[in-house]
């Protein structure tokens, strides 16, 4: 039995023709809407270069002003806090400046310029800093999203030998030297992690940035000092109560200070 296919008639084609052309204006309409909906991605580029003009005419309190106001709207970078930090510099606030300087370098590990005048910022207001114990130290030439990724990968791929030896019918010594070596890249990385993320530049790292700020035994103005701090001075937050925090200091020192005058590198 022959069966021919019918052939459109030139309404139906017409027709179809139409309703695609209609489903393109609509998909393009939508994304016009949205993108016209969406922030200006050129805003705050502007903003940016504003205050960098601002800094460039010699007006640091203004620059500081618009630098600060792109950081409240979370347009981080590690330049826009390396400059921030120049800023405060020329304005000798020299607590201020080291804590948008390592700001810049926790974004930007690598940033050589932040790395600079962060070290001249510590020279010109004597700063103290804390002391890295050993692993830290040797640990320091990775970031911490660095160890992150290297473990991730390095434990799924462990995963994907293991699985590959638990089927194989004969298992090769190579095989089991890269299990090994997944399991052991882990182990470090994970360990990497934890040593960076409480040691003293983790995620308690802080900045003295207040004058005259003096370590006490005590949460009281009248208790005895135990170190002064110079603005830009490192410390690590342990434990925070009411108006107060309770941190470990340079010289292996732990003390209260006001929480007013320190703030965090991490936002």
């Not at 400059?83 to 930007?108: K, P, Q, S, V, W």
């Amino acid at each position: 039995m022959y069966c021919s296919r019918q052939r459109p008639d030139d309404a139906d084609v017409r027709f179809r023709r139409s309703a695609s052309r209609f489903a393109e204006r609509s998909v393009y309409s939508i994304i016009l809407c949205v993108l016209m909906a969406s922030p200006s991605f050129a805003q705050p580029d502007a903003d940016f270069e504003k205050a960098n003009q601002e800094y460039a005419q010699g007006h640091f309190k203004e620059a500081i002003s618009s630098y600060e106001d792109l950081v409240r709207a979370g347009q981080w970078s590690a330049n826009l806090f390396y400059d921030l930090g120049n800023a405060y510099f020329r304005t000798g606030d020299f607590g201020h400046a080291i804590l948008n300087y390592e700001r810049a370098i926790a974004l930007e590990r690598h940033h050589p310029e932040a790395t600079a005048n962060l070290q001249i910022a510590r020279d010109e207001g004597r700063a103290l800093e804390l002391q890295q114990n050993s692993p830290e130290r040797y640990l320091r030439f990775a970031s911490v999203n660095q160890y992150c990724i290297a473990g991730a990968t390095a434990f799924w791929l462990a995963i994907f030998v293991l699985v590959t030896l638990i089927f194989a019918r004969r298992r090769s010594a190579t095989m089991v030297a890269m299990l090994v070596f997944c399991l052991l890249t882990s182990a470090i990385s994970t360990f990497a992690v934890y040593t960076l993320e409480h040691g003293s530049g983790g995620y308690a790292h802080a900045i003295v940035t207040g004058k005259d700020v003096q370590a006490r035994l005590a949460t009281a103005d009248t208790a005895n000092s135990i170190l002064a701090l110079p603005p830009g001075s490192e410390v690590k937050v342990l434990s925070t109560r009411g108006d107060w925090i309770y941190a470990a200091l340079p010289n292996n020192l732990r003390g209260w200070i006001p929480a007013k005058d320190a703030e965090q590198v991490r936002l």
